[in-house]
C-alpha cells in the first residue's frame, strides 16, 4: 500500500518524524481499529485515532446524544440531540476525513454482536 499525494500532504508532519516515518503513516492507513464507546473517553480518542491517520474504524456504542453531553463529548453538536452516538461519531469522521472508511453499530457490544465483531483489528486503547 501506497499513500496518495493528497494523503501525503495530509500526513506531512507525521512522516518526518523518525519515530514514524512513511512506512508508519502506511501502517496506521492500514490499521482497523475497533472503538466501544463513543462517549466520554472513546470522543476524544476518535479524533486523534482520525487525526492520525487510522484507515477503518469501527464504532460501537448503545447511547444516545445528550445535551449533557456536548461540554464534554465535542465531536457532538446540538444536531446531534436524540441520535445514536455511533452515527452521529461515524458522521464526524466523515466530514474530518472522507478517505476513512467508518462502520456505525449501535448497541452494546455482547453475545451475537461480539461474536459478529470484525476478527482482524489493531488494540490500541482500552478503557481502564
Known amino acids: 500500500m501506497t499513500l496518495t499525494p493528497d494523503r501525503l500532504d495530509r500526513f506531512a508532519?507525521?512522516?518526518?518524524?523518525?519515530?514514524?516515518?512513511g512506512a508508519g503513516q502506511v501502517a496506521l492507513s492500514a490499521?482497523?481499529?475497533?472503538?466501544?464507546?463513543?462517549?466520554?473517553?472513546?470522543?476524544?480518542?476518535?479524533?486523534?485515532?482520525?487525526?492520525?491517520?487510522?484507515?477503518?474504524?469501527?464504532?460501537?456504542?448503545?447511547d444516545a446524544v445528550?445535551?449533557?453531553?456536548?461540554?464534554?463529548?465535542?465531536?457532538f453538536a446540538e444536531a446531534d440531540l436524540g441520535r445514536?452516538?455511533?452515527?452521529?461519531?461515524?458522521?464526524?469522521?466523515?466530514?474530518?476525513?472522507g478517505a476513512i472508511e467508518v462502520r456505525a453499530v449501535v448497541g452494546r457490544l455482547g453475545g451475537a454482536k461480539r461474536r459478529a465483531a470484525p476478527r482482524r483489528r489493531d488494540p490500541c486503547a482500552r478503557r481502564l
Open 31 to 62: 490499521a482497523h481499529v475497533v472503538l466501544v464507546g463513543c462517549g466520554g473517553i472513546g470522543s476524544p480518542a476518535l479524533q486523534y485515532l482520525a487525526g492520525a491517520g487510522v484507515g477503518r474504524l469501527t464504532l460501537i456504542d448503545d
Open 66 to 75: 445528550d445535551l449533557s453531553n456536548l461540554q464534554r463529548q465535542t465531536i
Open 13 to 21: 508532519r507525521h512522516i518526518v518524524l523518525p519515530e514514524l516515518g
Open 84 to 97: 445514536p452516538k455511533a452515527e452521529a461519531a461515524a458522521d464526524w469522521v466523515r466530514r474530518f476525513d
